[in-house]
C-alpha cells in the first residue's frame, strides 16, 4: 500500500461512503499511542483487528491495512472490508448469494456505508469455531470478488 492510502482510495468513486464515514469519525493520535492505528485513534477492538488479519490470509490485499484508525481490506484501489467496533466486519457486497446469507443470519444487516455493504458479526459465535470462520473467509472473498468484477 501507498503511504497515502487515503488520498489513494479517494480517487476511486466505491470508496467515498467509506472514506467520508471513516474520515468524519477519525481522530489524530501520536505513533506510539497504544490505541492508534495509522496516526489515528483506533475504532476497533485489537481482536477484532486480529480476526480481521486472520481472516484475510489468501484474501486480495492479503492484509489489512489502518485507514484513519480502522483496519480495512483493499484490492484493487477499493475497500472491500472494513473492521469497526468490537465485533463487526463490514463487507462490501452489493448482490449475490453470500449478501442473503449474511442478511439472514441473525446478527447481518444492512452496513451503515450504504446499501452495497452488509455487515456481519466478526466470530459467528452461533456456529463451531471451525464453521464460523470458514464461513466469514467465504465471506470476504465473495466481497474480494465482486471488487474485482467491479474493477
Request: hydrophobic share 45%; net charge negative.
Amino acid at each position: 500500500m501507498t503511504t497515502d492510502l487515503p488520498a489513494t482510495l479517494a480517487t476511486v468513486p466505491a470508496n467515498q461512503s467509506v472514506l467520508s464515514i471513516l474520515s468524519a469519525a477519525a481522530v489524530p493520535r501520536p505513533a506510539d499511542d497504544p490505541w492508534a492505528l495509522d496516526g489515528f485513534e483506533s475504532h476497533a477492538h485489537p481482536d477484532l483487528g486480529q480476526r480481521l488479519d486472520e481472516l484475510a490470509v489468501g484474501m486480495p490485499g492479503g492484509r489489512t491495512a489502518g485507514l484513519y484508525g480502522v483496519p480495512v481490506l483493499v484490492a484493487g484501489g477499493v475497500v472491500y472490508a472494513v473492521a469497526r467496533g468490537t465485533s463487526t466486519i463490514h463487507l462490501r457486497i452489493p448482490s449475490g448469494p453470500s449478501r442473503v446469507e449474511i442478511l439472514e443470519h441473525p446478527r447481518g444487516a444492512v452496513s451503515e456505508f450504504g446499501t452495497a455493504w452488509v455487515a456481519a458479526d466478526a466470530w459467528l459465535s452461533d456456529l463451531s469455531g471451525a464453521e464460523g470462520t470458514r464461513r466469514l473467509r467465504s465471506w470476504i472473498a465473495a466481497a474480494a470478488s465482486m471488487v474485482s468484477v467491479d474493477a
